[in-house]
């Protein structure tokens, strides 16, 4: 102050400016940002190389500082730009910290960082009680039960299309299975040719997954219901003709509980 006696004037001044163009930044951002997002955690890719290189910095930064996540450097913002320009076949992930930024065809995923849970599996208990499965990975719980009726003949030919909530596919009711048949729960699959219900012709399950647009990772942590080697249902998607109970046959009773839902 005795060499420069403006010193603190101009010091404070140089941080009103500096509070003013981060204010301006995080506006910029905002309106940015209301472009870009198609989801809470989902940014449209086009909307994000329609911008500046500025632009785009500014608003990835302000995305991931509204989920509380590690600011990327310079180097891996120009990681996830460069990633967001390779051809729309491919499936470019950017891991930074806990997280991971995904691209899937046009869109941009916010992401935690997964585990590999392709080995994971288990069988369910033979018993009548209730059990409850835990999953692995965060990804919840599956409640399964049985419920015994009595054969009615006159429905013995009709099988309960109604049982399939197309809201809800958490919830299935299959075919109960023979007493020597093993019941699992499984991450992986060698593709085999099934017919959910919502189809009328067979496919291949990479396919079927293909054409429901999820996103790759996301296929890898659906639960598999397999009787024996035999896949009966896809948690969440579908389940194969095959083994829709009829009106009043026994079921087999699964209900999938997220993080969400379970807590």
Not at 21 to 26: F, N, P, V
Request: net charge positive; aromatic share 8%; charged share 20%.
């Amino acid at each position: 102050e005795n060499r420069w006696p403006s010193f603190s004037h101009t010091l404070s001044r140089s941080a009103g400016h500096c509070q003013d163009a981060q204010a301006l930044l995080e506006e910029l951002a905002e309106t940015d940002l209301a472009k870009v997002s198609e989801a809470e955690h989902v940014l449209s890719v086009p909307s994000l190389l329609a911008l500046s290189p500025l632009r785009f910095n500014n608003v990835v930064r302000h995305f991931l500082a509204q989920h509380h996540k590690l600011m990327p450097s310079r180097a891996q913002l120009l990681q996830i730009f460069q990633q967001l320009s390779t051809p729309k076949d491919k499936n470019p992930t950017v891991k930074i910290g806990d997280y991971s930024l995904r691209r899937f065809g046009q869109q941009l995923h916010l992401t935690a960082n997964f585990q590999n849970i392709a080995a994971w599996q288990t069988q369910l208990p033979q018993q009548t009680e209730p059990a409850k499965i835990d999953l692995p990975d965060g990804l919840g719980q599956i409640l399964v039960s049985k419920e015994f009726e009595a054969v009615d003949k006159e429905n013995m030919a009709t099988q309960t299309s109604a049982l399939v909530d197309k809201e809800n596919l958490r919830v299935v009711e299959l075919c109960l299975p023979t007493p020597k048949q093993v019941v699992s729960i499984r991450f992986h699959h060698d593709n085999p040719t099934c017919l959910p219900h919502f189809r009328d012709k067979s496919r291949a399950l990479k396919k079927i997954l293909q054409e429901a647009k999820i996103p790759t990772w996301q296929r890898q942590r659906i639960p598999f219901v397999y009787y024996d080697d035999t896949l009966v249902a896809a948690l969440g998607l579908f389940i194969c003709k095959s083994y829709l109970p009829l009106k009043s046959n026994s079921k087999l009773k699964l209900v999938w509980l997220d993080d969400q839902t379970s807590g």
